[in-house]
Each structure stands twice: as structure tokens, then as C-alpha cells.
């Protein structure tokens, strides 16, 4: 006996709708250490045990937040400041876990022979721009009676600031960045 065409159809639709693929949740993060512990929950097989289908995408920090915004991601870690930031350009989020905690280690880092702040006039920094780090620095600027102008900012990512820093040192070139 022929089955109908359209009943096959009909059950190999069913089939495929029974066995189709869990949603994956793609979630996008960086070099910070309390966001790293997503790689370790993927290797330890928690999102496994607890039936999640995740895929991790590792970015630099602000090409995490840029992946967010124009959709390629369901998720970002990124700090409450670029949080905020995100919500003002339109990419509308939700803080739903708060994973790292920040309470006073935010630090600016100079080469020999700058010893406060007002040493940074007319001398290079570097700070991943528009993220929390050059917050940070605009705001001890300003607290120091200097304006970001008065000093050179050199887009420097998050992950690339150890390495640069021994570099750094003998050029003047001087990151600013958090120490976690």
C-alpha cells in the first residue's frame, strides 16, 4: 500500500520538528577574568548537564559589545557602565547575572616617572575607547583639573595591555586599565 504524499510529508515534517535542534543561546565575551568562567562552565559540561545548548564567542571587549548590538549574539558580558551604554545606542539588554564585582581596584597604571595624574598632561594613554576604562580615565582627569584633551588616547584593546606594557614602558605610552 502507497502512503499519500502528503501524509508522508506530514510525518517527515512531525519527524523533523520532533528531533530538530535545541535553540542555541550564543553568548559573547573577553579577556575579563570574572567573564572567562563561561569557558570554564562550557569545559566542566554544566550547560550540558543542565540541557543548554550554548556557544561561546570570544571577542575583544568592544567588538563583544558591537556583536551584541547588531544581533550576532543573544548575549554579552560587559561591565554596568557599557551596559548602559549599549541600552543608550538602541541595543536594548537586561542585566540578568551579575558574575564579577568591582569594589575599588580600578587603578591607572603609569610608566616610571608618573606619579599622579596631572603627570599624564601632554602624554600618550592608552584605554580601549568608549569602553569603562576610558570612563575611568576621563573621570580622573576631570577630578584632577584636566580635560581628555590634554592628553593623547591611543585605542588600546583590553587583551593587548599586558603585552604592550613592557613596550609601553619605554615609549611613554601608558595604559590605563582595571586591575581586577
Not at 561561546?56 to 548590538?69: H, I, N
Request: charged share 25%; aromatic share 8%; net charge positive.
Amino acid at each position: 500500500m502507497k502512503m499519500p504524499k502528503i501524509l508522508l510529508a506530514a510525518a517527515m515534517g512531525l519527524a523533523a520538528t520532533l528531533y530538530a535542534e535545541k535553540p542555541v543561546l550564543k553568548i559573547a565575551y573577553s579577556d575579563w577574568p570574572g567573564w572567562t568562567a563561561w569557558e570554564i562552565a562550557d569545559k566542566k559540561g554544566f550547560f550540558k548537564k543542565h540541557d543548554v545548548n550554548v556557544k561561546l564567542e570570544w571577542f575583544e571587549y568592544g567588538p563583544s559589545m558591537d556583536a551584541f548590538a547588531a544581533k550576532k549574539v543573544d548575549a554579552v558580558g560587559v561591565a554596568n557602565g557599557d551596559a548602559m551604554v549599549l541600552n543608550a545606542t538602541g541595543a536594548r539588554n537586561v542585566t540578568i547575572l551579575i558574575n564579577d564585582y568591582s569594589n575599588g581596584n580600578d587603578k591607572i597604571v603609569g610608566a616610571p616617572g608618573i606619579s599622579s595624574i596631572k603627570d599624564l598632561k601632554g602624554k600618550k594613554v592608552g584605554v580601549e575607547i568608549g569602553c569603562l576604562s576610558h570612563a575611568l580615565l576621563i573621570n580622573a582627569l576631570l577630578k584632577n583639573g584636566l580635560k581628555e584633551s590634554d592628553v593623547t588616547l591611543v585605542n588600546m584593546p583590553t587583551h593587548q595591555r599586558s603585552k604592550l606594557w613592557k613596550v609601553a614602558k619605554s615609549r611613554q605610552l601608558l595604559p590605563g586599565f582595571r586591575i581586577p
